[in-house]
């Protein structure tokens, strides 16, 4: 009887709150589900029929989740996910609450869930799943995580409490998802890049992870693919990058259209853009190896994956077309700044800078993105958001010529059309509170579908 008066009482929260516009319901069900019933969605998580598989890492965690939930649907499976990206306890539990029926049950064959780094014990000891995947560990939100080996701490405890007939699936690339899965009593199931073609000769100055964990030497870095991902080993031979099980080759990169990778003899094509979306295709890759599907189907699936709502979405607005990009931290602002200049040929940008508890409050980690990437090439660059006066001090300081800040998303975007001939496309790069109010706007316009229903 509790379960279900949570259930009911969290699915009637989530209808409400679309109904009057105040929110997805992505979150707020979950919260008021817990309070009748703290362990619903444990009781839920055992209701489904194959399991769960769950994912956590600073970056990538939405795009990899939907490309896993798209091989499941696929193959004939009912999925449940926390597909709008609320990815703490309470989002995974509004999630599951949705799919449920009114006797209170599940009814969906697979879960899968993205879960913050600091929510995965709660989430392995809770959803007990049958696959945890970590995709990487970035200097992120540092008011609210501490330094990256604090978090690389407590993923280590989550992991070491997966059931023991769960697997681990880890990027090798990463030195701190690396010095997790080593310590470890299963071996994990590797995965990571191999093509030096696409790799920097160098760790860029934002990087973090740079010191061998065992013995605190300078780890030297023969080939480095995002941040700190790459090929590295101690020069004491203290520790070194593992062999991947799966390995991704023969990249080729086409601005934000696409990315082309080689991996167990099949060619995999993904219409999402970036070097950082060749680690989710791959991630997403091992998972499906893992649960048993052949790599040609994989390789067929992935070809006709859509964009979740932010990551790269593809808008049209008034003959222009507007490409919403979620650039949250130094590591992944840096690489869609790569990708949007250097291999999509951007020259319109709005960049959105917010300082809300879902962003960080902390903003000082503008000052570690190479925004003088944009200097010479960019044409127009809008600040926006909360802290947008912030953000034009940096540009200043970069060297980019910047229009006015602009904190409200309205005004903003419409500086951005203004600025943006017709049949063009502009690149909207944000942190993760400004992307939802600039995408309020987009939809309040009818540029844009709510995220609910993306």
């Given at each position: 009887?509790?379960?279900?008066?949570?259930?009911?009482?969290?699915?009637?929260?989530?209808?409400?709150?679309?109904?009057?516009?105040?929110?997805?319901?992505?979150?707020?069900?979950?919260?008021?589900?817990?309070?009748?019933?703290?362990?619903?969605?444990?009781?839920?998580?055992?209701?489904?029929?194959?399991?769960?598989?769950?994912?956590?890492?600073?970056?990538?965690?939405?795009?990899?989740?939907?490309?896993?939930?798209?091989?499941?649907?696929?193959?004939?499976?009912?999925?449940?996910?926390?597909?709008?990206?609320?990815?703490l306890i309470f989002g995974a539990t509004?999630?599951?609450?949705?799919?449920?029926?009114?006797?209170?049950?599940?009814?969906?064959?697979?879960?899968?869930?993205?879960?913050?780094?600091?929510?995965?014990?709660?989430?392995?000891?809770?959803?007990?799943?049958?696959?945890?995947?970590?995709?990487?560990?970035?200097?992120?939100?540092?008011?609210?995580?501490?330094?990256?080996?604090?978090?690389?701490?407590?993923?280590?405890?989550?992991?070491?409490?997966?059931?023991?007939?769960?697997?681990?699936?880890?990027?090798?690339?990463?030195?701190?998802?690396?010095?997790?899965?080593?310590?470890?009593?299963?071996?994990?199931?590797?995965?990571g890049l191999d093509d030096p073609a696409?790799?920097?000769?160098?760790?860029?100055?934002?990087?973090?992870?740079?010191?061998?964990?065992?013995?605190?030497?300078?780890?030297?870095?023969?080939?480095?693919?995002?941040?700190?991902?790459?090929?590295?080993?101690?020069?004491?031979?203290?520790?070194?990058?593992?062999?991947?099980?799966?390995?991704?080759?023969?990249?080729?990169?086409?601005?934000?259209?696409?990315?082309?990778?080689?991996?167990?003899?099949?060619?995999?094509?993904?219409?999402?853009?970036?070097?950082?979306?060749?680690?989710?295709?791959?991630?997403?890759?091992?998972?499906?190896?893992?649960?048993?599907?052949?790599?040609?189907?994989?390789?067929?699936?992935?070809?006709?994956?859509?964009?979740?709502?932010?990551?790269?979405?593809?808008?049209?607005?008034?003959?222009?077309?507007?490409?919403?990009?979620?650039?949250?931290?130094?590591?992944?602002?840096?690489?869609?700044?790569?990708?949007?200049?250097?291999?999509?040929?951007?020259?319109?940008?709005?960049?959105?800078?917010?300082?809300?508890?879902?962003?960080?409050?902390?903003?000082?980690?503008?000052?570690?993105?190479?925004?003088?990437?944009?200097?010479?090439?960019?044409?127009?660059?809008?600040?926006?958001?909360?802290?947008?006066?912030?953000?034009?001090?940096?540009?200043?300081?970069?060297?980019?010529?910047?229009?006015?800040?602009?904190?409200?998303?309205?005004?903003?975007?419409?500086?951005?059309?203004?600025?943006?001939?017709?049949?063009?496309?502009?690149?909207?790069?944000?942190?993760?509170?400004?992307?939802?109010?600039?995408?309020?706007?987009?939809?309040?316009?009818?540029?844009?579908?709510?995220?609910?229903?993306?």
């Amino acid at each position: 009887m509790r379960r279900t008066a949570a259930v009911w009482a969290g699915k009637a929260t989530g209808v409400l709150s679309r109904f009057s516009r105040l929110g997805g319901g992505t979150t707020l069900p979950g919260d008021v589900a817990r309070a009748i019933d703290p362990d619903v969605l444990r009781k839920l998580s055992r209701d489904l029929k194959h399991g769960a598989i769950v994912i956590t890492g600073t970056n990538g965690k939405t795009t990899t989740a939907r490309l896993v939930t798209w091989l499941l649907e696929g193959a004939g499976h009912s999925v449940v996910s926390n597909r709008a990206g609320a990815n703490l306890i309470f989002g995974a539990t509004a999630a599951a609450l949705e799919r449920a029926g009114a006797n209170g049950r599940l009814h969906a064959d697979w879960g899968v869930f993205e879960i913050d780094e600091a929510s995965l014990e709660r989430a392995v000891e809770e959803i007990q799943p049958r696959a945890a995947m970590v995709l990487n560990l970035f200097r992120d939100q540092l008011d609210r995580y501490g330094e990256l080996e604090a978090i690389a701490k407590r993923i280590e405890a989550a992991l070491a409490r997966l059931p023991d007939d769960s697997h681990a699936v880890m990027n090798a690339d990463d030195p701190r998802v690396a010095e997790i899965g080593l310590n470890l009593k299963r071996k994990p199931l590797w995965f990571g890049l191999d093509d030096p073609a696409v790799a920097l000769h160098e760790l860029p100055h934002a990087a973090d992870a740079r010191t061998c964990p065992r013995c605190g030497a300078s780890l030297i870095f023969d080939g480095v693919y995002v941040g700190h991902d790459g090929l590295y080993r101690c020069p004491n031979g203290d520790f070194a990058r593992p062999a991947p099980d799966l390995a991704a080759t023969h990249i080729e990169l086409n601005g934000f259209d696409s990315v082309a990778l080689g991996v167990s003899g099949v060619r995999i094509e993904l219409p999402l853009g970036g070097l950082y979306n060749a680690y989710n295709a791959l991630a997403a890759f091992a998972a499906g190896n893992a649960l048993g599907f052949e790599p040609a189907y994989i390789a067929e699936r992935f070809r006709t994956v859509q964009a979740a709502f932010g990551r790269q979405e593809r808008l049209e607005a008034k003959g222009r077309k507007l490409n919403v990009v979620l650039s949250k931290n130094p590591a992944g602002f840096n690489e869609t700044l790569r990708t949007a200049v250097d291999l999509a040929g951007g020259h319109w940008f709005l960049i959105g800078l917010n300082d809300r508890r879902a962003d960080g409050t902390d903003v000082s980690w503008i000052w570690d993105v190479d925004f003088e990437r944009l200097r010479g090439r960019s044409r127009v660059v809008v600040p926006a958001g909360n802290r947008a006066a912030d953000l034009a001090v940096r540009l200043k300081y970069a060297g980019v010529e910047a229009q006015p800040p602009e904190s409200d998303p309205a005004r903003a975007i419409d500086a951005l059309i203004e600025a943006t001939p017709e049949g063009e496309t502009a690149h909207m790069l944000c942190t993760y509170t400004a992307m939802l109010d600039l995408r309020a706007e987009l939809v309040r316009r009818g540029w844009a579908k709510p995220y609910w229903e993306t």
